[in-house]
């Protein structure tokens, strides 16, 4: 079983909503992280949160909104998707800060489908 | 920039043979390089982590190898099973304030 908590693990959305992904993990881990990941690619790095400051944005749409309200929750705010943002969103976590990262910790996943 | 490629997209064999899966990359040699195990519709496991001054680590049926002269890695599972069918993702870890780097990944698949 993974320590790392996602929810919603199913997302359907229209393009004109607003949803949230959330993310939890209980390790004491400094740095948490969103990728997407499409059928058959490796996981694409989004956003990476370091001591609850964003340290990293791999130039994502601003359609996309990162948030870490805390040590130990991630958020991943959706607003006008697109369909091709239709993949697989994991959370993950790593006890040092980004730049020294070590094993991350995935999440199990949401599946977000964009109609 | 660096780049990584795992050279089999796909690779079956034989319940009870050796799996070798590649793992490749250009420019300058990791720090550390790290593998994990993906099955569909999950998020990745991380399996083992090998250091850039370490040749061979081993973890039960597994073994990674680090040859940085070669800029390889390999990564064995001895005699496997139909469980170990999965996507194994190699990810070079730079460390020096960036983040890891997956390759695309082997689809295994262990035929019984």
């Known amino acids: 079983d993974t320590e790392v908590t996602q929810t919603p693990k199913h997302l359907v959305m229209g393009m004109t909503n607003k949803k949230s992904l959330k993310c939890e993990q209980h390790?004491?881990?400094?740095?948490m992280y969103w990728y997407k990941q499409k059928a058959k690619k490796p996981p694409e790095l989004m956003f990476v949160y370091s001591y609850e400051k964003l340290s990293i944005n791999e130039s994502v749409p601003s359609r996309f909104s990162p948030e870490c309200p805390n040590s130990s929750l991630l958020n991943l705010h959706l607003h006008a998707l697109q369909p091709e943002d239709s993949a697989l969103y994991l959370c993950a976590s790593s006890q040092g800060p980004s730049g020294n990262t070590g094993e991350l910790f995935f999440g199990e996943g949401s599946r977000l489908t964009v109609l | 920039s660096q780049k990584i490629e795992q050279n089999s997209e796909a690779l079956n064999i034989q319940e009870g043979k050796t799996a070798t899966l590649t793992c490749n990359y250009t420019n300058y040699s990791p720090a550390y390089l790290q593998w994990y195990r993906q099955d569909p519709g999950r998020g990745p496991v991380f399996l083992l982590l090998i250091r850039e001054n370490e040749k061979e680590k081993r973890k039960e049926r597994l073994k990674v190898t680090f040859d940085t002269t070669l800029k390889q890695s390999l990564f064995h599972i001895t005699a496997s099973q139909p469980a170990d069918s999965a996507t194994y993702l190699c990810?070079?870890?730079?460390?020096?304030?960036?983040?890891?780097?997956f390759g695309k990944g082997t689809r295994l698949s262990v035929i019984a």
């Open positions: 990810a070079l870890d730079m460390r020096r304030n960036t983040p890891l780097v």
């Open positions: 390790m004491g881990h400094r740095a």
